[in-house]
Every structure is written in C-alpha cells, then in structure tokens.
C-alpha cells in the first residue's frame, strides 16, 4: 500500500503554468494508479486526472482536457500533474490519490481510490 504526499502548489497567474509533484512510498508503486483530485471551496471533490501503473492509460476530465497532463516516474515513486494555461476556476487544494492497487493495468473508477495525501493548494489569480 502506497502514501502519496503532495508538493508543488502555489500562487500562479492565469494564462502561467504550475507542476504538481506526489512522491508515494511503497515498494510496489508500479502496481498502483494513481489520480489527481481538487477540491474548490464551497464545492465538491472533484476528479481531475488518473493514469494506469505503468503510465500507458490516461484520463481526464473535461474541464482540464488540453491543459493538464498527468504523468508518473515509477523508478522515483512519483507522479505529476503539469498545469498549463491555469484558470481561475482551478483554484483548489490538489489531492493525490491512489488506488488498491492491481494486477491489472487500468485506471480505476473515483471510489477505488482510497489511499490519499495531505493536499497542497493551488491559487490562481486573474
């Protein structure tokens, strides 16, 4: 079972960019996927971007399509959001997450994910 644990947030103008960073223990992290969540005030969690454990399947949701990409290093037990183009409507507490861990390459579905980090916000002014 895998910890992530957040780093990389920050105060950022629109139209800048931003890389997330999640450096997860374990000595099996290749057999975990992992996500990138946000939480915005007032509002829900929210899925923002998932990959498969060896990093061949991605998915994201449709507000950040075209702007974020998601990527992992297994050999450093890590994984990254890079934000490009940031909005205001990004402003969030980012979370990492990661799954139960498989057999199976996949991306899990949201409720699979149980296994997540402390958050670290991001700002975006206008």
């Known amino acids: 079972q895998v910890q992530p644990v957040e780093s990389g947030g920050g105060l950022v103008q629109a139209g800048g960019s931003l890389r997330l960073s999640c450096a997860a223990s374990?000595?099996?992290?290749?057999?975990?996927?992992m996500g990138w969540f946000r939480q915005a005030p007032g509002k829900e969690r929210e899925f923002v971007a998932a990959?498969?454990?060896?990093?061949?399947?991605?998915n994201y949701a449709d507000s950040v399509k075209g702007r974020f990409t998601i990527s992992r290093d297994n050999a450093k037990n890590a994984v990254y959001l890079q934000m490009n183009n940031v909005k205001p409507e990004d402003t969030a507490v980012y979370y990492c997450?990661?799954?139960?861990?498989?057999?199976?390459?996949?991306?899990?579905?949201?409720?699979?994910?149980?296994?997540w980090g402390q958050g670290t916000q991001v700002t975006v002014s206008s």
């Open positions: 374990g000595r099996t992290f290749s057999r975990y996927g």
């Open positions: 997450a990661a799954d139960g861990g498989s057999w199976y390459d996949k991306v899990s579905p949201v409720h699979e994910y149980d296994r």
């Open positions: 990959i498969s454990g060896s990093g061949r399947i991605t």
